[in-house]
């Protein structure tokens, strides 16, 4: 499939590729230009900014690790909050 430039820059993506791709008016694409020169478009979810802190590298890799950590039994279960404070008070 060939498309073509416009004078402003913008490209059209064909009917049948946007329903193929379930693509619609309003959707967002990240554009990465690959190392060998091809560009490679990416549908992208829009996030609330009130949100967008959950979707950084740093909150996402806490959350692989603390997954990691209930896979692997790596916690503890209190029966109640005088216990889970006195395990972190070292008593």
Do not use: C, H
């Amino acid at each position: 499939m060939v498309l073509q430039i416009r004078s402003n820059g913008q490209i059209t993506l064909p009917t049948a590729l946007r329903r193929k791709a379930n693509l619609k008016e309003g959707d967002m694409l990240v554009a990465d230009l690959e190392e060998d020169g091809s560009i490679r478009l990416t549908p992208q979810v829009a996030i609330d900014r009130s949100q967008a802190y959950f979707w950084t590298k740093r909150w996402q890799d806490g959350e692989r690790e603390a997954d990691d950590d209930l896979i692997e039994g790596r916690y503890q279960d209190f029966t109640s909050m005088d216990d889970l404070i006195a395990d972190l008070s070292g008593g």
